[in-house]
Protein backbone atom coordinates (compact mmCIF):
# COMPACT_ATOMS: atom_id res chain seq x y z
CA UNK A 1 0.00 0.00 0.00
CA UNK A 2 2.66 2.21 0.61
CA UNK A 3 4.40 1.89 -2.75
CA UNK A 4 0.56 2.39 -4.21
CA UNK A 5 0.75 6.05 -2.07
CA UNK A 6 3.74 7.07 -3.29
CA UNK A 7 2.45 6.74 -6.77
CA UNK A 8 -0.06 9.17 -6.39
CA UNK A 9 -2.86 6.11 -6.42
CA UNK A 10 -5.74 6.80 -3.38
CA UNK A 11 -6.07 3.72 -1.18
CA UNK A 12 -8.28 2.35 1.29
CA UNK A 13 -6.74 0.10 3.80
CA UNK A 14 -9.30 -2.57 5.34
CA UNK A 15 -9.15 -5.79 7.49
CA UNK A 16 -10.76 -8.77 5.91
CA UNK A 17 -13.70 -8.63 7.84
CA UNK A 18 -14.77 -5.84 5.92
CA UNK A 19 -14.63 -7.30 2.61
CA UNK A 20 -18.49 -7.89 2.57
CA UNK A 21 -18.81 -3.60 3.28
CA UNK A 22 -16.45 -2.34 1.32
CA UNK A 23 -17.05 -4.97 -2.20
CA UNK A 24 -20.21 -3.09 -3.50
CA UNK A 25 -17.89 -0.02 -4.31
CA UNK A 26 -15.27 -2.45 -5.85
CA UNK A 27 -15.52 -2.62 -9.80
CA UNK A 28 -12.28 -5.17 -10.18
CA UNK A 29 -10.22 -7.17 -8.30
CA UNK A 30 -6.62 -7.76 -8.59
CA UNK A 31 -4.67 -10.34 -7.12
CA UNK A 32 -1.03 -12.41 -7.57
CA UNK A 33 -0.53 -16.14 -7.61
CA UNK A 34 1.93 -17.98 -6.43
CA UNK A 35 1.48 -20.66 -9.18
CA UNK A 36 -1.34 -21.49 -11.79
CA UNK A 37 -2.15 -25.45 -11.85
CA UNK A 38 -3.13 -27.47 -14.57
CA UNK A 39 -7.03 -28.00 -13.73
CA UNK A 40 -7.61 -24.19 -13.44
CA UNK A 41 -6.84 -23.74 -9.20
CA UNK A 42 -4.90 -20.68 -8.68
CA UNK A 43 -2.73 -20.85 -5.41
CA UNK A 44 -1.61 -18.12 -3.92
CA UNK A 45 -1.14 -16.90 -0.49
CA UNK A 46 -3.77 -17.32 2.26
CA UNK A 47 -6.87 -15.28 2.00
CA UNK A 48 -7.12 -14.91 -1.56
CA UNK A 49 -9.64 -17.18 -2.18
CA UNK A 50 -11.67 -15.25 0.62
CA UNK A 51 -11.42 -12.17 -1.32
CA UNK A 52 -12.27 -14.12 -4.45
CA UNK A 53 -15.11 -15.91 -2.67
CA UNK A 54 -16.70 -12.92 -1.73
CA UNK A 55 -15.96 -10.43 -5.10
CA UNK A 56 -17.92 -13.58 -7.34
CA UNK A 57 -20.76 -13.04 -5.28
CA UNK A 58 -20.98 -9.52 -5.97
CA UNK A 59 -20.26 -10.26 -9.45
CA UNK A 60 -17.14 -8.14 -9.28
CA UNK A 61 -14.81 -9.52 -12.03
CA UNK A 62 -11.61 -10.90 -10.42
CA UNK A 63 -8.30 -10.84 -12.45
CA UNK A 64 -5.14 -12.67 -11.44
CA UNK A 65 -1.62 -11.26 -12.66
CA UNK A 66 0.95 -14.21 -13.09
CA UNK A 67 3.80 -14.86 -15.24
CA UNK A 68 3.49 -18.02 -17.26
CA UNK A 69 7.12 -19.53 -15.40
CA UNK A 70 4.41 -19.83 -12.95
CA UNK A 71 2.20 -22.55 -14.50
CA UNK A 72 2.74 -26.04 -13.12
CA UNK A 73 1.28 -29.24 -14.30
CA UNK A 74 0.26 -30.18 -10.65
CA UNK A 75 -3.54 -30.79 -9.57
CA UNK A 76 -4.86 -29.88 -6.82
CA UNK A 77 -8.67 -29.34 -5.28
CA UNK A 78 -8.09 -28.40 -1.93
CA UNK A 79 -5.80 -26.10 0.30
CA UNK A 80 -5.42 -28.91 2.69
CA UNK A 81 -3.91 -31.80 0.97
CA UNK A 82 -0.31 -29.61 0.01
CA UNK A 83 0.35 -26.89 1.74
CA UNK A 84 3.30 -24.94 3.88
CA UNK A 85 3.22 -24.19 7.60
CA UNK A 86 4.23 -20.69 8.60
CA UNK A 87 5.59 -19.93 12.22
CA UNK A 88 2.89 -20.14 14.80
CA UNK A 89 4.21 -17.21 16.57
CA UNK A 90 3.63 -14.64 14.20
CA UNK A 91 -0.45 -15.42 14.45
CA UNK A 92 -0.08 -15.89 18.92
CA UNK A 93 1.92 -12.79 19.38
CA UNK A 94 -0.14 -10.12 16.18
CA UNK A 95 -1.51 -7.81 18.25
CA UNK A 96 -2.55 -3.47 17.01
CA UNK A 97 -2.24 -2.12 20.76
CA UNK A 98 0.80 -2.38 23.19
CA UNK A 99 -1.30 -4.72 25.42
CA UNK A 100 -0.34 -8.58 25.88
CA UNK A 101 -1.95 -10.53 22.83
CA UNK A 102 -4.35 -13.36 24.50
CA UNK A 103 -2.46 -16.31 22.99
CA UNK A 104 0.57 -15.69 24.61
CA UNK A 105 1.02 -18.68 26.43
CA UNK A 106 -0.44 -21.18 23.60
CA UNK A 107 2.05 -23.44 24.26
CA UNK A 108 1.26 -24.48 27.75
CA UNK A 109 -1.94 -25.36 27.07
CA UNK A 110 -2.08 -29.20 25.79
CA UNK A 111 -5.85 -28.52 24.08
CA UNK A 112 -4.96 -25.53 22.20
CA UNK A 113 -2.91 -25.33 19.01
CA UNK A 114 -2.28 -22.46 16.70
CA UNK A 115 -2.43 -23.33 12.74
CA UNK A 116 -0.34 -20.83 9.90
CA UNK A 117 -1.21 -21.70 6.61
CA UNK A 118 0.98 -19.88 3.93
CA UNK A 119 -1.33 -20.87 1.16
CA UNK A 120 -4.90 -21.22 -0.15
CA UNK A 121 -6.27 -22.47 -3.57
CA UNK A 122 -8.80 -20.62 -5.54
CA UNK A 123 -11.56 -22.51 -7.93
CA UNK A 124 -11.67 -21.45 -10.93
CA UNK A 125 -15.52 -20.54 -11.17
CA UNK A 126 -14.87 -17.11 -9.13
CA UNK A 127 -11.82 -16.33 -11.55
CA UNK A 128 -12.63 -14.10 -14.51
CA UNK A 129 -9.44 -13.76 -16.07
CA UNK A 130 -5.77 -13.90 -15.86
CA UNK A 131 -3.29 -11.83 -17.09
CA UNK A 132 0.25 -13.26 -18.49
CA UNK A 133 2.68 -11.72 -20.33
CA UNK A 134 1.75 -13.93 -23.38
CA UNK A 135 -2.17 -12.33 -22.98
CA UNK A 136 -5.32 -12.59 -21.47
CA UNK A 137 -6.11 -16.32 -20.64
CA UNK A 138 -9.03 -18.18 -19.09
CA UNK A 139 -7.90 -19.90 -16.51
CA UNK A 140 -8.78 -23.03 -18.10
CA UNK A 141 -6.08 -22.22 -20.76
CA UNK A 142 -3.32 -23.17 -18.27
CA UNK A 143 -2.48 -26.61 -19.96
CA UNK A 144 -2.68 -25.40 -23.47
CA UNK A 145 -0.14 -22.29 -22.34
CA UNK A 146 1.97 -25.25 -20.90
CA UNK A 147 1.70 -27.23 -23.82
CA UNK A 148 3.00 -24.59 -26.22
CA UNK A 149 5.77 -23.36 -23.77
CA UNK A 150 7.09 -27.12 -23.69
CA UNK A 151 6.59 -27.31 -27.45
CA UNK A 152 9.18 -24.52 -28.24
CA UNK B 1 -4.03 -17.05 -62.04
CA UNK B 2 -5.59 -13.89 -61.32
CA UNK B 3 -6.49 -10.83 -63.86
CA UNK B 4 -4.74 -7.40 -62.60
CA UNK B 5 -7.96 -4.93 -63.21
CA UNK B 6 -6.17 -1.78 -64.92
CA UNK B 7 -7.44 0.59 -62.34
CA UNK B 8 -5.90 0.77 -58.46
CA UNK B 9 -8.90 0.57 -55.84
CA UNK B 10 -8.65 3.45 -53.13
CA UNK B 11 -9.23 2.62 -49.69
CA UNK B 12 -12.18 4.81 -50.01
CA UNK B 13 -14.03 2.67 -52.84
CA UNK B 14 -13.97 -0.45 -50.08
CA UNK B 15 -17.16 0.03 -48.31
CA UNK B 16 -19.38 0.59 -51.39
CA UNK B 17 -17.96 -2.34 -53.22
CA UNK B 18 -18.41 -4.42 -49.71
CA UNK B 19 -22.04 -2.82 -49.40
CA UNK B 20 -22.39 -3.82 -53.03
CA UNK B 21 -21.72 -7.77 -52.58
CA UNK B 22 -24.04 -7.77 -49.80
CA UNK B 23 -26.91 -6.76 -51.73
CA UNK B 24 -26.14 -8.59 -54.56
CA UNK B 25 -26.26 -11.81 -52.02
CA UNK B 26 -28.49 -11.53 -49.16
CA UNK B 27 -27.02 -15.29 -48.39
CA UNK B 28 -23.31 -14.00 -47.65
CA UNK B 29 -22.14 -14.05 -44.60
CA UNK B 30 -20.83 -10.21 -44.00
CA UNK B 31 -17.04 -11.49 -42.81
CA UNK B 32 -16.79 -13.40 -46.31
CA UNK B 33 -17.91 -10.41 -48.49
CA UNK B 34 -15.33 -8.07 -46.16
CA UNK B 35 -12.63 -11.13 -46.80
CA UNK B 36 -13.68 -11.04 -50.83
CA UNK B 37 -13.27 -6.61 -50.39
CA UNK B 38 -9.69 -7.28 -49.15
CA UNK B 39 -9.00 -9.60 -51.84
CA UNK B 40 -10.64 -7.51 -54.63
CA UNK B 41 -8.37 -4.66 -52.95
CA UNK B 42 -5.61 -6.78 -52.77
CA UNK B 43 -5.86 -7.94 -56.47
CA UNK B 44 -6.21 -3.78 -57.64
CA UNK B 45 -3.31 -2.73 -55.57
CA UNK B 46 -0.24 -0.78 -56.35
CA UNK B 47 2.21 -1.50 -53.49
CA UNK B 48 5.63 -2.36 -54.59
CA UNK B 49 6.99 -4.48 -51.87
CA UNK B 50 4.92 -6.67 -48.93
CA UNK B 51 4.96 -4.13 -46.15
CA UNK B 52 2.87 -1.79 -48.05
CA UNK B 53 0.54 -4.12 -49.62
CA UNK B 54 -0.13 -4.76 -45.74
CA UNK B 55 -0.58 -1.68 -44.77
CA UNK B 56 -2.58 -0.51 -47.13
CA UNK B 57 -4.74 -3.71 -46.30
CA UNK B 58 -5.04 -2.44 -42.89
CA UNK B 59 -5.84 0.89 -43.88
CA UNK B 60 -8.66 -0.59 -46.05
CA UNK B 61 -9.86 -3.13 -42.77
CA UNK B 62 -10.35 0.12 -40.49
CA UNK B 63 -12.72 1.56 -43.40
CA UNK B 64 -14.96 -1.61 -43.74
CA UNK B 65 -15.30 -1.24 -39.96
CA UNK B 66 -16.77 1.99 -40.21
CA UNK B 67 -19.74 0.71 -42.15
CA UNK B 68 -22.67 -1.14 -39.44
CA UNK B 69 -23.05 -4.25 -41.12
CA UNK B 70 -21.86 -6.53 -38.45
CA UNK B 71 -19.08 -5.23 -36.86
CA UNK B 72 -17.72 -7.65 -34.95
CA UNK B 73 -17.50 -10.08 -37.42
CA UNK B 74 -16.15 -8.25 -40.03
CA UNK B 75 -13.20 -6.44 -37.84
CA UNK B 76 -12.24 -10.64 -36.74
CA UNK B 77 -12.76 -11.91 -40.31
CA UNK B 78 -10.78 -9.29 -41.82
CA UNK B 79 -7.88 -9.84 -39.13
CA UNK B 80 -7.68 -13.57 -39.23
CA UNK B 81 -7.85 -12.88 -43.07
CA UNK B 82 -4.85 -11.55 -43.06
CA UNK B 83 -3.11 -13.78 -40.64
CA UNK B 84 -3.89 -16.66 -42.39
CA UNK B 85 -2.15 -14.97 -45.89
CA UNK B 86 1.13 -13.62 -44.07
CA UNK B 87 1.77 -16.65 -42.34
CA UNK B 88 3.94 -18.27 -45.11
CA UNK B 89 7.33 -17.24 -46.05
CA UNK B 90 7.59 -14.62 -47.89
CA UNK B 91 11.42 -14.29 -49.09
CA UNK B 92 10.92 -14.58 -52.66
CA UNK B 93 13.28 -11.74 -53.96
CA UNK B 94 10.45 -10.88 -56.83
CA UNK B 95 7.58 -9.15 -55.41
CA UNK B 96 4.88 -10.33 -58.22
CA UNK B 97 5.61 -13.93 -56.94
CA UNK B 98 4.97 -12.74 -53.31
CA UNK B 99 1.93 -11.04 -54.25
CA UNK B 100 1.16 -14.32 -56.47
CA UNK B 101 1.65 -16.42 -53.51
CA UNK B 102 -0.54 -13.98 -51.05
CA UNK B 103 -3.33 -13.76 -53.50
CA UNK B 104 -2.85 -17.69 -53.49
CA UNK B 105 -3.61 -18.02 -49.88
CA UNK B 106 -6.39 -15.79 -50.20
CA UNK B 107 -8.36 -17.82 -52.38
CA UNK B 108 -7.59 -20.62 -50.02
CA UNK B 109 -8.66 -18.98 -46.79
CA UNK B 110 -12.14 -17.54 -48.67
CA UNK B 111 -13.19 -21.11 -49.94
CA UNK B 112 -12.05 -23.47 -46.27
CA UNK B 113 -14.45 -19.83 -44.84
CA UNK B 114 -17.46 -20.12 -47.66
CA UNK B 115 -17.62 -23.84 -46.58
CA UNK B 116 -17.92 -23.34 -43.12
CA UNK B 117 -21.59 -22.95 -42.76
CA UNK B 118 -22.34 -26.46 -44.45
CA UNK B 119 -19.58 -28.08 -41.99
CA UNK B 120 -21.17 -26.63 -39.24
CA UNK B 121 -24.61 -28.16 -40.73
CA UNK B 122 -22.78 -31.39 -40.47
CA UNK B 123 -21.50 -31.03 -37.04
CA UNK B 124 -24.28 -29.21 -35.42
CA UNK B 125 -27.43 -32.13 -36.77
CA UNK B 126 -26.61 -34.73 -34.04
CA UNK B 127 -27.28 -32.89 -31.17
CA UNK B 128 -31.35 -32.20 -32.46
CA UNK B 129 -33.04 -34.79 -31.48
CA UNK B 130 -36.20 -36.16 -33.70
CA UNK B 131 -39.16 -33.88 -32.16
CA UNK B 132 -37.51 -31.35 -30.58
CA UNK B 133 -38.82 -28.02 -29.79
CA UNK B 134 -36.22 -25.12 -30.36
CA UNK B 135 -35.97 -22.13 -29.03
CA UNK B 136 -33.48 -19.54 -31.70
CA UNK B 137 -33.26 -15.37 -31.53
CA UNK B 138 -33.39 -13.30 -33.91
CA UNK B 139 -32.22 -13.80 -37.73
CA UNK B 140 -28.95 -16.13 -38.63
CA UNK B 141 -27.67 -17.36 -41.58
CA UNK B 142 -25.86 -20.17 -39.66
CA UNK B 143 -28.60 -21.51 -37.49
CA UNK B 144 -30.98 -21.80 -40.48
CA UNK B 145 -28.35 -23.54 -42.48
CA UNK B 146 -28.31 -25.92 -39.09
CA UNK B 147 -32.10 -26.24 -39.38
CA UNK B 148 -32.50 -26.86 -42.51
CA UNK B 149 -29.79 -29.40 -42.31
CA UNK B 150 -32.00 -31.27 -39.91
CA UNK B 151 -34.98 -31.24 -41.41
CA UNK B 152 -33.24 -32.82 -44.37
CA UNK B 153 -32.19 -35.90 -42.20
CA UNK B 154 -36.16 -36.59 -41.33
CA UNK B 155 -35.62 -34.38 -38.03
CA UNK B 156 -39.46 -32.89 -37.22
CA UNK B 157 -38.87 -29.48 -35.12
CA UNK B 158 -40.62 -26.89 -33.89
CA UNK B 159 -39.35 -23.70 -33.79
CA UNK B 160 -39.81 -20.75 -31.74
CA UNK B 161 -38.23 -16.99 -32.40
CA UNK B 162 -38.13 -14.07 -30.77
CA UNK B 163 -39.37 -11.18 -32.60
CA UNK B 164 -35.78 -9.66 -31.24
CA UNK B 165 -36.70 -5.87 -31.68
CA UNK B 166 -35.54 -3.21 -32.84
CA UNK B 167 -35.60 -4.44 -36.25
CA UNK B 168 -38.08 -7.10 -35.57
CA UNK B 169 -35.90 -9.88 -37.68
CA UNK B 170 -37.57 -12.81 -35.96
CA UNK B 171 -40.07 -12.47 -38.86
CA UNK B 172 -38.00 -12.51 -41.73
CA UNK B 173 -36.37 -15.92 -40.19
CA UNK B 174 -39.66 -17.15 -39.35
CA UNK B 175 -40.33 -16.82 -43.21
CA UNK B 176 -37.18 -18.62 -43.99
CA UNK B 177 -37.88 -21.60 -42.18
CA UNK B 178 -41.99 -21.73 -42.95
CA UNK B 179 -40.57 -21.79 -47.05
CA UNK B 180 -37.93 -24.47 -45.60
CA UNK B 181 -41.21 -26.40 -44.10
CA UNK B 182 -40.52 -26.39 -40.74
CA UNK B 183 -43.06 -24.61 -38.10
CA UNK B 184 -42.22 -21.92 -36.71
CA UNK B 185 -43.46 -19.28 -34.36
CA UNK B 186 -42.61 -15.98 -33.11
CA UNK B 187 -42.96 -14.88 -29.65
CA UNK B 188 -42.13 -11.80 -28.15
CA UNK B 189 -38.75 -10.86 -26.37
CA UNK B 190 -40.73 -10.58 -22.87
CA UNK B 191 -41.94 -13.89 -23.34
CA UNK B 192 -38.85 -15.94 -23.44
CA UNK B 193 -39.48 -16.97 -19.90
CA UNK B 194 -42.84 -17.81 -20.45
CA UNK B 195 -41.69 -20.59 -23.18
CA UNK B 196 -38.85 -21.96 -21.96
CA UNK B 197 -40.65 -25.02 -20.05
CA UNK B 198 -41.52 -26.22 -23.23
CA UNK B 199 -38.44 -26.08 -25.07
CA UNK B 200 -35.59 -29.02 -25.23
CA UNK B 201 -32.70 -26.86 -26.39
CA UNK B 202 -31.66 -22.87 -27.27
CA UNK B 203 -29.42 -22.05 -30.01
CA UNK B 204 -28.06 -18.93 -31.29
CA UNK B 205 -25.62 -17.43 -33.88
CA UNK B 206 -22.78 -14.90 -32.60
CA UNK B 207 -21.23 -11.95 -34.50
CA UNK B 208 -18.43 -12.65 -32.22
CA UNK B 209 -16.58 -14.95 -30.13
CA UNK B 210 -14.23 -13.79 -27.79
CA UNK B 211 -11.11 -15.42 -26.01
CA UNK B 212 -12.95 -16.62 -22.65
CA UNK B 213 -15.55 -18.50 -24.64
CA UNK B 214 -18.72 -16.07 -24.23
CA UNK B 215 -19.83 -14.55 -26.97
CA UNK B 216 -21.22 -11.03 -28.70
CA UNK B 217 -24.69 -11.54 -29.88
CA UNK B 218 -27.47 -9.03 -30.88
CA UNK B 219 -29.33 -7.74 -27.60
CA UNK B 220 -31.20 -10.07 -25.78
CA UNK B 221 -29.05 -12.91 -26.45
CA UNK B 222 -27.53 -13.06 -22.72
CA UNK B 223 -31.57 -12.68 -21.35
CA UNK B 224 -32.24 -15.98 -23.27
CA UNK B 225 -28.90 -17.34 -21.78
CA UNK B 226 -29.61 -16.76 -18.36
CA UNK B 227 -33.48 -17.73 -18.36
CA UNK B 228 -32.25 -21.37 -19.94
CA UNK B 229 -29.85 -21.96 -17.28
CA UNK B 230 -32.27 -21.35 -14.55
CA UNK B 231 -34.46 -23.82 -16.38
CA UNK B 232 -31.84 -26.49 -17.14
CA UNK B 233 -32.01 -26.10 -20.91
CA UNK B 234 -28.87 -26.95 -22.90
CA UNK B 235 -27.68 -23.90 -24.58
CA UNK B 236 -25.79 -23.94 -28.11
CA UNK B 237 -23.99 -21.35 -29.90
CA UNK B 238 -23.56 -21.91 -33.59
CA UNK B 239 -20.58 -19.32 -35.27
CA UNK B 240 -17.96 -20.02 -37.84
CA UNK B 241 -14.20 -20.02 -36.98
CA UNK B 242 -13.61 -16.55 -38.59
CA UNK B 243 -15.62 -14.54 -35.91
CA UNK B 244 -13.10 -15.51 -33.21
CA UNK B 245 -11.85 -12.19 -31.79
CA UNK B 246 -9.15 -11.29 -29.37
CA UNK B 247 -11.13 -9.52 -26.99
CA UNK B 248 -12.01 -10.70 -23.30
CA UNK B 249 -15.26 -8.27 -22.15
CA UNK B 250 -15.13 -8.89 -18.17
CA UNK B 251 -18.96 -8.00 -18.13
CA UNK B 252 -21.61 -6.10 -20.49
CA UNK B 253 -20.44 -2.68 -20.28
CA UNK B 254 -16.91 -3.90 -21.00
CA UNK B 255 -17.60 -4.91 -24.32
CA UNK B 256 -16.30 -2.67 -26.70
CA UNK B 257 -18.48 0.42 -28.17
CA UNK B 258 -17.88 0.12 -31.26
CA UNK B 259 -19.64 -3.28 -31.44
CA UNK B 260 -22.66 -2.25 -29.27
CA UNK B 261 -23.57 1.07 -30.83
CA UNK B 262 -23.48 1.99 -34.84
CA UNK B 263 -21.20 5.31 -33.66
CA UNK B 264 -18.54 4.34 -31.50
CA UNK B 265 -18.48 7.03 -28.85
CA UNK B 266 -18.79 6.52 -25.31
CA UNK B 267 -22.74 6.77 -24.71
CA UNK B 268 -25.05 7.51 -21.83
CA UNK B 269 -28.43 5.72 -21.48
CA UNK B 270 -30.38 7.25 -23.74
CA UNK B 271 -28.82 4.91 -26.88
CA UNK B 272 -30.25 1.42 -27.16
CA UNK B 273 -26.92 -1.14 -27.57
CA UNK B 274 -27.42 -3.78 -30.24
CA UNK B 275 -25.13 -6.21 -29.23
CA UNK B 276 -24.70 -8.18 -25.87
CA UNK B 277 -22.04 -10.02 -23.88
CA UNK B 278 -23.06 -13.45 -22.77
CA UNK B 279 -20.26 -15.27 -20.40
CA UNK B 280 -18.67 -18.79 -21.22
CA UNK B 281 -20.63 -19.84 -18.09
CA UNK B 282 -23.50 -19.66 -19.74
CA UNK B 283 -23.05 -21.98 -23.10
CA UNK B 284 -23.20 -25.49 -23.06
CA UNK B 285 -21.34 -25.86 -26.42
CA UNK B 286 -20.28 -24.40 -29.60
CA UNK B 287 -20.52 -25.55 -32.65
CA UNK B 288 -18.13 -24.45 -35.35
CA UNK B 289 -16.47 -25.25 -38.61
CA UNK B 290 -13.42 -26.51 -36.10
CA UNK B 291 -15.13 -29.14 -34.17
CA UNK B 292 -17.88 -29.04 -31.80
CA UNK B 293 -16.00 -26.98 -29.15
CA UNK B 294 -16.81 -26.47 -24.76
CA UNK B 295 -16.38 -22.79 -24.33
CA UNK B 296 -12.63 -23.19 -22.79
CA UNK B 297 -11.64 -25.05 -25.62
CA UNK B 298 -12.06 -21.61 -27.32
CA UNK B 299 -9.40 -20.08 -26.15
CA UNK B 300 -6.74 -23.14 -27.08
CA UNK B 301 -8.22 -22.62 -30.76
CA UNK B 302 -7.17 -18.97 -30.52
CA UNK B 303 -4.02 -19.68 -29.47
CA UNK B 304 -3.67 -22.26 -32.13
CA UNK B 305 -5.08 -19.67 -34.63
CA UNK B 306 -3.07 -16.39 -33.25
CA UNK B 307 0.57 -18.00 -32.52
Redesign the interface.
Known amino acids: MRRLVQHGIPCSYVLLNALSYVMKEVS?VFLGAHALLANGYVMSRVGTSLVALVASSY?V?V?FCCETYKCCDRVQTDSFVFNELGDPEDLASAQSNGACSKLEGWRDIQQLNVLNLVYDLTPPDFI??VITEVG???C??VP?VLR?IHSV | PHTISPEVMQRTEAVPFFESLLQGDPEMSTAIAAIQTLMEFMNRNSAETVAELTSDLKGAMTELQTSDQSVASVASGCELFLRFITLTALDKPDFNECKQLLVERGQLYLQKAAQARQKIGKLGVPFIRDGATILIHSRSRVVLTLLKEAACCNKHCTVFVTESLPDRSGYIMQKSLQEAGIPAYVILDSAVGYIMERIDLVMFGAEGVVESGGIINKIGTYQMAVVAKAANKPVYAVAESFKFLRQYPLNQFEAPNKHKYTNPQPSDFSRHPLVDYTPPSYISLLFTDLAVLTPSAVSDELIKLYC
Do not use: D, Q, R
Request: aromatic share 0%.
Open positions: KNPLTMMIPSSVV
